[in-house]
Structure formats: C-alpha cells, structure tokens
C-alpha cells in the first residue's frame, strides 16, 4: 500500500496522478478486483434479464449456463475480496459520513446473497451444469419444491442490489468531484 504526499507549492489538477496530502491510493489488486468484479456484476445483471425475456430455447439455455457459470465465479472472487481485504487490512478510502460504509456493506451481502440464492434455486430445480461439463455441488435439497421463491428472491434482492449499485456510483462521484475540488488551487 503506497501513499504518496505532494509538495505543498505544486498544486494537483484533475487527472493528476498524485494524491493531496494524507489521501491513500488502494492497491493495484485491489483496484483490479473492484474492476473485475463490476464487470462480471454488469455481465450478470444483462444475462439474467435477457434470459428471462427469450424464456427458451437454445438462446436463453447458453445465457442461463453462462449466468450460472459467472455467478459461481463472482461468488468466489467476492470471498477472495474479502480474505484479501481482512489480510491487507484494507478499510476504502471514502470519506466518513457519506454513508459509504452502509452501501459497501450492503454492496458485499447482495454479492454474496444474490449468488447464494441462485445456486440454492438451481439445486432444488436439478440444473446445476455450468460450463465444461462441471456441476455445482448442490446446497439444497434436489426437487424440494421451493424454487420458484429463491429464483423470486433472487431476482428481488439483484434488483436491490442494482439500486446500491447505483448509490455506490453516486457516492464514487461525489468523492471523486470533492477530492478534484480540494486539487484545485484557489
């Protein structure tokens, strides 16, 4: 983790690749998985709703296996987020008050909600394939009757998590137009 300091008589301008005094840059990883992630939430959210729209065929059956197969990774890369977080004691760098630490965590439990909800949906139906001829392993009772509700909370809690999505964007923003006002030389 580095955290750059700039000279006091330079001022820094939008772009600039230094930070103000006392501000912390995030780690290369860190950013990398925030990224990663963001991709494969957006490639989720498109999937899910485009094979709920062709509902059938050929179409809809590669969106719904790549929609598995991406909410088993995301699942997995949001846990490596976490343990990487804890290890590197990383806390963000968003400003307190801005109700950040109330989306972030929101954020994290929909990314591990959401998935868990899906794959629960897809064991009880019997259709856990994903691609490469791998199975998830199953984490509720095959034929159980109850996934029509976890695909119905499922889809709920992605769309509340669509909305933190937003929220977090907002916030991001905001951040970053206030940080870029401090830079600016008066």
């Known amino acids: 983790m580095t955290m750059p300091v700039a000279s006091q008589d330079m001022p820094l301008l939008p772009g600039d690749q230094r930070l103000a005094a006392g501000a912390r840059q995030l780690p290369g990883l860190s950013k990398l998985l925030h990224w990663v992630t963001a991709f494969l939430v957006l490639l989720m959210f498109v999937s899910g709703v485009l094979m709920k729209q062709l509902s059938g065929g050929p179409a809809s059956d590669a969106l719904y296996t790549l929609h598995k197969t991406t909410g088993a990774t995301l699942l997995a890369l949001v846990l490596l987020r976490l343990g990487y977080r804890l290890w590197a004691h990383l806390t963000g760098r968003w400003r307190s008050g801005s109700g950040s630490h109330a989306v972030h965590a929101g954020l994290y439990l929909g990314l591990i909600m959401v998935p868990l909800l899906g794959w629960a949906g897809v064991s009880d139906f019997g259709a856990r394939g994903i691609y490469l001829g791998y199975s998830l392993p199953r984490i509720w009772p095959e034929g159980a009757g109850h996934f ?11 769309f509340i998590m669509l909305a933190l999505v937003v ?20």
Do not use: E, K, T
């Open 148 to 158: 029509g509700w976890l695909f119905l909370a499922h889809a709920w809690l992605a």
């Open 167 to 186: 929220v977090h964007l907002g916030l991001a923003l905001n951040d970053y137009i206030q940080r870029g006002a401090q830079r600016m030389p008066h």
